[in-house]
């Protein structure tokens, strides 16, 4: 039964920083490629950084280089997404999500696990 939850969501104040965490059950996370997601109302889901081969490669879109950083702990089986400098912008539900490695793209629809999602507000 494979699971992924997101904890670590909150309210911020702009200029803060959050982690975000995603525990990870019955996936090999070595065959898989790993992102988080997020999704504000009114706004397509977006993918703000992924990881793959068990944290060997990190890729992330233009607008999130410098503030967002996405790490994994194989040990663990957890995902985490750092994030600081924090803008209203930023404000949506962050999702974790797993595809098979081959398939690691910002497509959203190429991910068929997803967690339940952590809200994120920065006011």
């Known amino acids: 039964h494979v699971q992924l939850v997101e904890s670590g969501g909150g309210s911020v104040q702009a200029g803060g920083s959050l982690r975000l965490s995603c525990e990870i059950s019955g996936l090999d996370v070595s065959n898989n490629c790993l992102a988080w997601f997020r999704q504000a109302p009114g706004h397509e889901r977006e993918g703000v950084a992924r990881?793959?081969?068990?944290?060997?490669?990190?890729t992330y879109p233009d607008s999130q280089k410098g503030r967002i950083a996405i790490s994994q702990d194989t040990a663990e089986n957890i995902l985490y997404l750092e994030m600081i400098n924090l803008k209203p912008d930023d404000s949506a539900m962050y999702y974790c999500?797993?595809?098979?490695?081959?398939?690691?793209?910002?497509?959203?629809?190429?991910?068929?696990?997803w967690g339940q999602g952590t809200q994120v507000t920065v006011s």
């Open positions: 999500a797993a595809a098979p490695s081959w398939e690691c793209s910002w497509r959203a629809s190429e991910y068929k696990i």
């Open positions: 990881i793959v081969s068990a944290g060997a490669l990190t």
